[in-house]
């Protein structure tokens, strides 16, 4: 099983920008893992933020493309999430997934509030 561990949420105000780190516990090279990022926010589903391969080809969704940018660090076993120009509605829960090998993690989640 792949534990993730997420970090870099907080508050800020809109137009503000912020880190999203998250740090798994294996290989994610030799497990193979699709990263990525969801969010949910309260009273709506969960939704994907932006995923990146384990050549580190990036998808974003439609809301967050030209602002939002992720990467990954195959040899720190780490995936980061860069948010700039943050709005109210991006406010959420923000959670790290991974799909690999042995089947799809989820880490714990990180609140990322902006505030107008």
């Known amino acids: 099983q792949v534990h993730l561990v997420e970090s870099g949420g907080g508050l800020v105000q809109a137009g503000g920008s912020l880190r999203l780190s998250c740090t798994a516990s294996t290989s994610i090279v030799r497990t193979n893992a699709m990263m990525g990022w969801y969010r949910q926010a309260p009273g709506k589903q969960r939704e994907l933020v932006a995923t990146?391969?384990?050549?580190?080809?990036?998808n974003y969704a439609d809301s967050v493309k030209g602002r939002f940018t992720i990467s990954r660090d195959n040899a720190k076993n780490t995936v980061y999430l860069q948010m700039n120009g943050l709005k109210p509605e991006d406010t959420a829960v923000y959670y790290c997934n991974a799909v690999h090998s042995a089947g799809r993690s989820w880490g714990q989640g990180t609140q990322v509030t902006v505030s107008s």
């Open positions: 990146v391969s384990v050549n580190s080809v990036p």
